[in-house]
Structure formats: structure tokens, C-alpha cells
């Protein structure tokens, strides 16, 4: 039975009713009791995750491409206020969507390859999107502080959100992060603290602070605003469609943390499909994970719908999460596609990296690098097909991991400034 409690409205801390646009209430994933737009993010009833429902009948194409250049362009298929774009915030989104014709020429496909790149967003990776959707909420639940548990990119999109709209943050991350996502964090300003432990215990930690009194101001964007954030991540979905002319590719792969993700891109595509706004065709989802933190690609292969949590070993820091939220929800959305969650170990990362770089001017973060050589993976093994128009998720940008590659690359020489030396490299 589905039951409707209303914890959203704690008087003290929100509008009379706070402004949500299009969204209607929250609904639990697994039994499908409603909740009211609150800080909430977990069933009373079940413990499931908490997911926003929205009433999307009117939505129109036209709108949307009427829209701002940003992730803003789609308010109206997001939790957040038609005004949230003029509230002080880094806009971000409308990343490119890049030709990869180099690329797929190395890897012998016909049919036309891209990257989605949102290493171009303000603090290069797609968690800004993410973010954005959250101070949203926060702002709409009289929240003044903005907190996280983060496995690095999120770190700087949370503070440096929080700097341009003057609001305070909280930022709480693994002590052993790379330092172009610590010392980038520390350098936005708000509290950054660095835990002795892993993304998990940091993530339980978080936990633990919610309903402490000094918190009462936070909103942990990806835990209690869970439910908002993980809708802003449904905007790299949209434009991917937009930008290929209002229609899906035939595959699509992105790289899997918490797999939220995953799950919210798949989201984007049957929306867009049941509003009519592009046509209902096939696509297969794959996910990319690193071996050394690969619980929901296990979970894949063995066929099981359960994630067995891992304790992390990869380079791919960014996507070490042992005991991933969206596991299941993941496991469902390429099960329903046809697409896969595989994974590759930490040498084809960095090989990754490098092909993307060489071949199309591309410096990703090792996620990019993930999702690079999990799709060649995919075609050696013939899960994946070289005659399907594809999406690459591009997802972070790789001067925040230089630690990835500076041990394989280099100089071509270090010579003095004299013509003969030169002449002595190049013949
Ligand atoms: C967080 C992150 C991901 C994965 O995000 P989930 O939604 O948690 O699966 C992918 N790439 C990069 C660079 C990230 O920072
Ligand atoms: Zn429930």
C-alpha cells in the first residue's frame, strides 16, 4: 500500500512552499510510498532511496531549446524553481559534444563516434551539474551551508558553488585524495576536511552527522539532498539528445561510482521518449569501472542484483566508491538495455588516458580514461558493436590527475638550445 507522509515542511526552516517547478513529491524507489519536498532521503517504511516525481504534461521542445545555454535549459524537467538560473550559481552544463572520427578510425568503427565532454564545466568535471540542483534545493529549504562526501570532483564543484552564492561549505573527503582535488578545494574557501579513511567511511560519517545539532543549517548535497542531486545529473542525458538533434545514440558509455549516474542518463532518455520529444528508439547503457573498485561490474557478470560491497584499490579515485548507492539501480538500467558493466585494471586506464588525448586533443581524469578502455573491451569481446553510433562520457578533466601519467610520459628530449641538438632528436 503507499502511504503519504509529509516530513518536508520543518517550519522553522523552509517557505511556506518552497518552489520545486515541475516536481510533485518524493517516492520511495523500492515500495513507492510518497514523500513531501524535504531534506529527506531514505523510506521510513523500507530504508529505500527516495527519488523525485514531477508532473511533466506540459514540457515542450520549444521550451526548452528557448532556454539558457546551461543545464538551466531543462528546468523544467528538474526539481528547481523557473528563477533558480538567475540565483548566483556557475551555470554549468552545455558542455560540447565532440566528433571523435580519429578515435573511432583507431578503433575501427563505422558508425560515427563521440565524446560528451563536461571536463568543460567551471570546475571540470560533471558534479557541477549535480550541485547545482542541490544549492537549488538547499536554498528553496532555507539551507545556508552546502555539505558533501566526496570522492574529490565533488569537493571542488561543492565549494566553489558555495563561494559564488556566498553560502557556507563543508566539505569532507578521504585524507589520501590527489592534490589537484585538494589543494584546488582548499583554495575555493569553506571548511575542507580531510578523514584517515576511504570515500566509505567518510560517507558514513556524513551520515552520522545528519540530525546532529550542527548541521541543522547543512544540507549534505548527496546525502540528504540526495534526491535533488542526483536529478541534476539527468541534464547530461538531455544533451546528449539535443546536441545529436533530438535523438538517443545507439550506445552510450558511462563511467560508475555510486552508479547514479548511469541510472539518471537512462532516466533522461525515456523521459525525452515518453514526452515525444524524441522518437522511441533502441539504446544500450554500458557502465565503466576500474577493477580495483569494480562491486557493480561483479555484480553484472555473476548476474546477480545484490552489490557486494569492495573495499577500493584503483587509481580511478574519483570512482572508488566500495559500496555504491545506485548499484542495483545500474545493474537494472543496462540489464534492460542490453548494454554491460565491465571493468579494467589500473595499466589500461592510464592507456586510456593517453588514445584519448593523442587521438583527439582530450586530457580526461582517470574516469575518462575508465570508460576509454572499457569500451575497447566492450568491442574486442563483441558486447559492443563498431557499426553503433556511440556516446564516451568524458567526466572529469585530467589536470587534476596528473599523478595518472607522469610516470609514462615526458620530454621527447632535454636538450640545450642549439640547432644541432635539435637536429640530433628529429631526422
Ligand atoms: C563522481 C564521478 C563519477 C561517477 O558518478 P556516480 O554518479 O557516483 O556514479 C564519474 N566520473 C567522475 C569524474 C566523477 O567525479
Ligand atoms: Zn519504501
Not at 532521503?41 to 504534461?57: I, R, T
Not at 514526452?275 to 533502441?282: K, N, T
Amino acid at each position: 500500500m503507499t502511504t503519504t507522509i509529509d516530513r518536508s515542511i520543518d517550519a522553522s526552516v523552509t517557505d511556506s512552499s518552497p518552489d520545486f517547478g515541475h516536481a510533485t513529491h518524493l517516492t520511495c524507489r523500492e515500495c513507492g510510498a510518497e514523500y513531501g519536498l524535504g531534506a529527506a532521503y531514505a523510506c521510513v517504511e523500507c530504508f529505500g532511496p527516495l527519488e523525485v516525481a514531477y508532473d511533466l504534461s506540459t514540457v515542450t521542445r520549444e521550451e526548452i531549446e528557448a532556454g539558457p545555454r546551461s543545464i538551466w535549459r531543462y528546468s523544467p524537467l528538474l526539481p528547481v524553481a523557473a528563477y533558480a538560473k538567475d540565483e548566483p550559481n556557475l551555470a554549468p552544463g552545455f558542455t560540447k559534444l565532440v566528433r571523435a572520427d580519429n578515435l573511432a578510425d583507431r578503433l575501427g568503427m563505422s558508425a560515427p563516434l563521440w565524446v560528451k565532454d563536461d571536463s568543460g564545466n567551471p570546475t571540470h568535471s560533471f558534479k557541477d551539474r549535480v550541485v547545482a540542483v542541490a544549492q537549488s534545493a538547499a536554498r528553496r529549504l532555507g539551507l545556508s551551508t552546502i555539505a558533501c562526501a566526496s570522492t574529490g570532483n565533488l569537493a571542488n564543484a561543492v565549494a566553489a558553488a558555495a563561494a559564488r552564492a556566498g553560502m557556507g561549505s563543508v566539505v569532507v573527503i578521504p585524507a589520501d585524495l590527489e592534490a589537484g582535488k585538494t589543494i584546488t578545494t582548499a583554495t575555493y574557501g569553506g571548511t575542507l576536511l580531510a578523514v584517515d579513511g576511504n570515500y566509505d567511511d567518510v560517507n558514513r560519517l556524513c551520515s552520522e552527522l545528519i540530525g546532529d545539532p550542527i548541521t541543522q543549517t547543512w544540507g549534505f548535497v548527496n546525502v540528504n539532498l540526495r534526491p535533488y542531486y542526483a536529478e541534476g545529473s539527468k541534464s547530461m542525458g538531455y544533451e546528449i539528445a539535443e546536441q545529436l538533434g533530438w535523438r538517443v545514440p545507439e550506445q552510450v558509455v558511462i563511467p560508475v561510482a555510486s552508479g547514479s549516474l548511469l541510472t539518471k542518463v537512462d532516466k533522461a532518455f525515456r523521459e525525452l521518449t515518453k514526452l515525444g520529444i524524441i522518437a522511441d528508439e533502441e539504446y544500450a547503457v554500458y557502465g565503466a569501472q576500474a577493477t580495483g573498485c569494480s562491486p557493480v561490474a561483479q555484480a553484472f557478470s555473476e548476474g546477480q542484483e545484490v552489490v557486494r560491497p569492495v573495499k577500493p584499490d584503483t587509481i580511478a579515485k574519483s570512482l572508488a566508491i566500495g559500496n555504491p548507492a545506485d548499484g542495483p539501480y545500474a545493474l537494472d538500467a543496462v540489464r534492460r538495455t542490453g548494454g554491460a558493466i565491465t571493468s579494467i585494471p589500473d595499466p589500461e586506464i592510464v592507456s586510456g588516458i593517453r588514445l584519448l588525448a593523442e587521438t583527439e586533443g582530450i586530457f580526461a581524469e582517470t574516469a575518462g580514461g575508465v570508460t576509454l578502455g572499457n569500451f575497447i573491451r566492450l568491442l574486442e569481446s563483441g558486447q559492443a558493436s563498431r557499426d553503433k553510433e556511440t556516446v564516451l562520457a568524458n567526466t572529469g578533466d585530467g589536470l587534476k590527475t596528473l599523478n595518472a601519467v607522469e610516470d609514462v610520459v615526458g620530454p621527447t628530449a632535454t636538450i640545450s638550445p642549439s640547432v644541432a641538438e635539435v637536429k640530433a632528436v628529429i631526422h
